[in-house]
């Protein structure tokens, strides 16, 4: 299993100083959320910030989280900017299948993201198309939730989903992950989880991520 840290929760006037602690700590992918202020009630960051983070670390993955139903400005711009992953909302667009076709021609790859209440059959039409599924488990807008619990039972339904149309796409889990969530997402077979406060608000970086890592990877 895989830990992709938030960015969001770290401290924004440090942002290079607390993303290298975390590349030092062995962390080979960030997740940067994209917030819109309208999609979801919050705002985050620009392209810009992606196409610095690139620039800076260039051999470290930039997965983003666009939380915005303005597919259409935003996909191409974050692809331009150098993401290597863009996951967007499935409650976000009525044209899915084009913009993950757009993805796929654009060298990014994809993946999509369900809100806490969107069931996982929905995702079944574009499973071919997807390299990652993102299992909101906190009302997208912020950091610092708490875990919905529901969303163990999604991450089997998911599980059983993938097995009836015989694909394995990784699973991701995005939000209020700490050390007692993580062992009951990993429990459930998720792949990849998101931590943003656990690993920047919570003292050492490091440490944060060390016993993380020690406990999804047991
Ligand atoms: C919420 C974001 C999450 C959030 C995670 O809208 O998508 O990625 O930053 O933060 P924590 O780990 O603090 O819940
Ligand atoms: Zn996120």
Redesign the pocket.
């Known amino acids: 299993m895989k830990i992709a840290p ?1 960015i ?2 770290a401290d924004n006037l440090n942002l290079g100083r607390d993303i290298k602690k975390a590349v030092q700590a062995g962390i080979s992918r960030f ?1 940067i ?1 994209i ?1 819109d202020g309208h999609f ?1 009630p ?1 705002l985050s960051y620009g392209p810009q910030l992606v196409q610095d983070f690139k620039r800076e670390f260039p051999f470290t993955e930039a997965e983003v ?1 666009l ?1 915005s139903n303005n597919l259409k400005e935003f996909i191409p711009a974050f692809s331009k900017a150098g993401a290597d992953l863009i996951e967007f909302h499935y409650e976000a667009s009525d044209e899915v299948g084009y913009w993950l076709d757009y993805l796929a021609s654009n060298g990014v790859k994809a993946g999509l993201v369900l809100n806490p209440e969107t069931d996982v059959d929905n995702l079944k039409p574009f499973l071919a198309n997807l390299n990652q599924v993102l299992l ?10 708490s ?1 919905i619990s529901e969303t163990i039972n999604k991450i089997s339904a998911l599980k059983e989903l993938f097995a009836a149309e015989k694909v394995n796409i990784p699973i991701e889990i ?5 050390d007692k969530t993580a062992k009951d997402v990993k429990a459930a077979g998720a792949d990849i989880v ?6 920047f ?1 919570k003292g050492n970086i490091a440490t944060q991520i060390k016993t993380l890592d020690g406990i999804i990877n047991e």
Do not use: C, E, R, T
């Not at 909101?136 to 939730?145: A, D, E, K, L, W």
């Not at 995005?174 to 700490?178: L, P, R, V």
């Not at 998101?194 to 690993?199: E, F, L, M, Q, R």
């Open positions: 938030s969001l929760n997740h959320d917030m979801v919050n989280h939380m909101m488990s906190v009302h997208p807008g912020f950091g610092g939730q875990f995005d939000g209020g992950i700490d998101v931590a943003g406060s656990y690993i608000k």
